[in-house]
């Protein structure tokens, strides 16, 4: 599982367990309590991303993720429109969902959530307070077994 935030934004995980990974609302770190959960490097970053350090965009991936709700929680940082992409896969699927969320005041936050389930042949639903969202860019790319 692996997904990447605007600059302009902080972003928090909590797993299904309640273990949480990312940065509050104020933009302070939270200790990292999913055990496989990792920042991209910067220069992993640039290079996925082909941005200069300065406009890279936020990069989180847990490795191993466990089944079940996840919860992002993007707080914007500058009063402007935020993105958030999700790459989720399964045993045969990989999922690629670009989301835009219209502009947002600095401090306000927006709280996404989706059921992962690595056993599931489904496209996981995304949801924004309790609304399911659409992604802009949505793509699959079937697996070899």
Do not use: C
């Not at 947002?104 to 042949?121: I, N």
């Amino acid at each position: 599982m692996t997904g990447s935030s605007s600059l302009d934004s902080y972003v928090l995980l909590v797993d299904p367990e309640g273990h949480r990974f990312g940065v509050d609302s104020s933009g302070k770190p939270v200790p990292r309590e999913i055990v496989r959960g990792f920042y991209e490097d910067d220069d992993t970053a640039e290079m996925e991303t082909n941005l200069p350090a300065e406009r890279q965009p936020q990069v989180m991936s847990i490795d191993e993720a466990a089944s079940g709700r996840y919860v992002i929680t993007v707080t914007a940082r500058r009063n402007t429109k935020q993105w958030l992409k999700i790459m989720l896969w399964t045993r045969t699927k990989l999922w690629k969902q670009e989301f835009m969320l219209s502009a947002m005041a600095a401090g306000t936050a927006a709280k996404l959530s989706f059921a992962y389930d690595f056993h599931s042949e489904k496209e996981p639903q995304v949801s924004m307070n309790e609304q399911p969202l659409q992604p802009a860019k949505n793509e699959s790319v079937v697996l070899r077994p």
